[in-house]
């Protein structure tokens, strides 16, 4: 695979914002995006807080048949991936459509409108469900809806490793276009907020039940007590750089220049170890040709149980030694996104490289003493030009792409 793949446009929908600016404006200004749970009545679940995309203009974004064929996780993917194709100003109906892809992780698929009809054939004396049930809440419903409105006719995937699956998705970019493709839209959205869903997460025990936004989160800290959910997510514009060349595009923000998947093959656990996620660190490292000490910056999976935290400390030293690398998470200002937090937190790296700025981790008040990392506790002015971005998915997954800021 001689075909160098770089990252030209991105869209987000998150907590945080539904633009590239607007997310670094919160992680730079550190401003909490958790409160009470909108989507639903909540008061019932010990968990009620969680990290809910602000308006956005879903209707605007598509036609009104498609309103009703799909779930809100569809149709947030449909706001961001125009938000990234406007960034990277892709005209896709002038692409080969042959060699145009889509490439997106999926977890839980189309919770709310799965949610809804099996209200009603439960609750209801006709004991139907509507036509679309069978497609909308289907894990592979957006790759397949985004596929058809862009006529992205080349290979189509859905990559399912939970939380790892928004890192895998680049890597998956990078390998289609290795072989030959030109444009593939990557990353993942979460939609995971009706009453059934929150159900199903609360069953893992991994999330808090503290209902205070400004400590529910911590991750690294001697406190934490577990993850706070949330929705949304990135899409990012993975191209081939002859292709981004060729077309002017106006910003190559990086390369995906190295990556590496894993899996713990263990039992899941609330203590995992931590041997397989350093391998997939140095895998990406080995792949980008990137020695440790060349990394700028890692962004963690940040999970906020101590178990995780610990084993994820434990991974991040082993490769990079005591205090080796900063280290930087904003997860406790929008929540656990699942795939889509790991795709968003791409976003915050490329948006690192462009402004040289570390910004600073938040929730974190008091790491345990046994977290030997180098926690960026203030916003630090420093080259950011290699960063590793690194995920784990529920029971066992463990990702971690490289990425390299370019220049022309």
Not at 86 to 92: H, I, S, T, W
Not at 250 to 269: F, K, L, N, V
């Amino acid at each position: 695979m001689s075909a160098r793949t770089v990252i030209t446009g991105l869209g987000v929908v998150a907590p945080s914002g539904t633009s590239a600016a607007e997310h670094w404006a919160t992680v730079t200004a550190g401003t909490s995006r958790l409160g009470p749970i909108q989507a639903f009545d909540a008061s019932g679940y010990q968990v009620r807080i969680a990290g809910e995309v602000p308006a956005v203009d879903i209707p605007g974004s598509m036609e009104g048949r498609l309103m009703v064929q799909t779930d809100r996780w569809t149709q947030l993917a449909f706001v961001a991936v125009e938000g990234a194709l406007a960034d990277a100003a892709l005209e896709l109906p002038h692409e080969d459509p042959y060699q145009v892809s889509v490439a997106m992780a999926s977890s839980s698929g189309g919770n709310q409108f799965g949610q809804r009809e099996l209200q009603r054939l439960w609750g209801q004396p006709s004991r139907t469900v509507g036509a679309y049930q069978s497609i909308a809440w289907f894990y592979a419903a957006t790759v397949g809806q985004l596929s058809i409105r862009h006529q992205a006719k080349g290979p189509c995937s859905v990559l399912a490793a939970e939380s790892a699956g928004g890192l895998d998705s680049l890597a998956h970019a990078a390998r289609t276009i290795g072989r030959g493709g030109s444009v593939v839209l990557a990353g993942g959205l979460e939609a995971p907020l009706s009453p059934y869903a929150l159900a199903c997460q609360m069953g893992s025990g991994l999330l808090t039940a503290d209902d205070d936004p400004a400590s529910a989160y911590r991750p690294f800290d001697a406190t934490a007590s577990g993850y706070v959910p949330g929705e949304g997510g990135a899409v990012l514009i993975a191209e081939s750089l002859d292709h981004a060349r060729a077309r002017n595009a106006p910003a190559i923000y990086a390369e995906i220049a190295g990556w590496g998947m894993t899996h713990d093959a263990r039992h899941a656990s609330r203590d995992p170890g931590h041997q397989q996620y350093a391998r997939s660190m140095r895998l990406a490292l080995e792949r980008a040709g990137t020695a440790p000490h060349e990394v700028d910056l890692v962004i963690p999976d940040a999970m906020g149980v101590l178990g995780y935290d610990r084993s994820e400390a434990r991974a991040i030293s082993a490769v990079f030694g005591s205090r080796g690398v900063p280290v930087s998470t904003q997860k406790s200002l929008t929540g656990r996104l699942y795939q889509g937090g790991a795709a968003l937190d791409v976003v915050t790296a490329l948006m690192a490289m462009r402004e040289q700025v570390i910004p600073p981790v938040t929730g974190l008040t008091g790491p345990a003493a046994e977290y030997d990392l180098d926690f960026v506790r203030t916003a630090r002015e420093t080259p950011v030009n290699k960063v590793l971005v690194c995920a784990r998915g529920y029971d066992g997954y463990n990702s971690s792409v490289l990425l390299r800021r370019t220049y022309e």
